[in-house]
């Protein structure tokens, strides 16, 4: 009998590495998932600000200018009505935080003409969608020229009255 003492023991020692691998596993791929969540987040979020920035530039009164910050897009007060070219103040993803990088623009230092993140994190996705090659989430810059639509059509109010309505 003292011979087969320990099998269980033994047993029971392999299903707790066996399962710890399979969880590590599991946990790797759960990390991998949320990374990609993260970076499609990123690209989205960059390119409502970029066609934002391009929507500003594109209403601008007189000579185009770019927004000097992100509450510019948010609330556009250069007319006689306010307008709103981003939805809200998007936060990064990989920081959490409305705390994006705001490029300024070589014609106007004081101005902005694109944003990238702060987060010097790797990510997964090597290129961007035009081919540019991006190591980390800082070095993904978004701009109104490489928005997905370009910049945003000028909006018609449905409310305004029709002698103010553009003619087609």
């Known amino acids: 009998m003292q011979r087969q003492r320990g099998f269980t023991y033994l047993g029971l020692l392999f299903f707790v ?3 710890a691998a399979g969880l ?3 946990g ?3 990390s991998t998932a949320a990374q990609r969540e993260r970076e499609r987040e990123l690209e989205f979020r960059g390119n409502e600000i970029a066609q934002a920035i391009g929507s500003y530039l594109k209403t601008s009164p007189g000579l185009a200018q770019y927004p000097a910050s992100l509450d510019d897009l948010l609330a556009d007060r250069r007319g006689p009505k306010t307008r709103h070219h981003l939805r809200r103040a998007y936060a990064d993803p990989f920081t959490g935080k409305p705390d994006w990088v705001l490029v300024p623009d070589a014609a106007n230092p004081k101005t902005f003409s694109a944003v ?3 987060s010097e994190r790797a990510l997964l996705r090597q290129s961007q969608t035009d081919g540019t090659s991006v190591a980390t989430a800082q070095d993904w810059v978004f ?4 928005a997905p639509n370009g910049p945003l059509p000028e909006q018609v109010d449905p409310f305004a009255s029709p002698a103010s309505a553009p003619t087609p």
Do not use: F
Not at 143 to 146: E, I, L, Q, S, V
């Open 17 to 19: 590495a066996i399962t």
């Open 24 to 26: 590590a596993a599991l």
């Open 143 to 146: 701009t109104a020229a490489t």
């Open 116 to 118: 990238h993140s702060r």
């Open 28 to 30: 790797q791929a759960w």
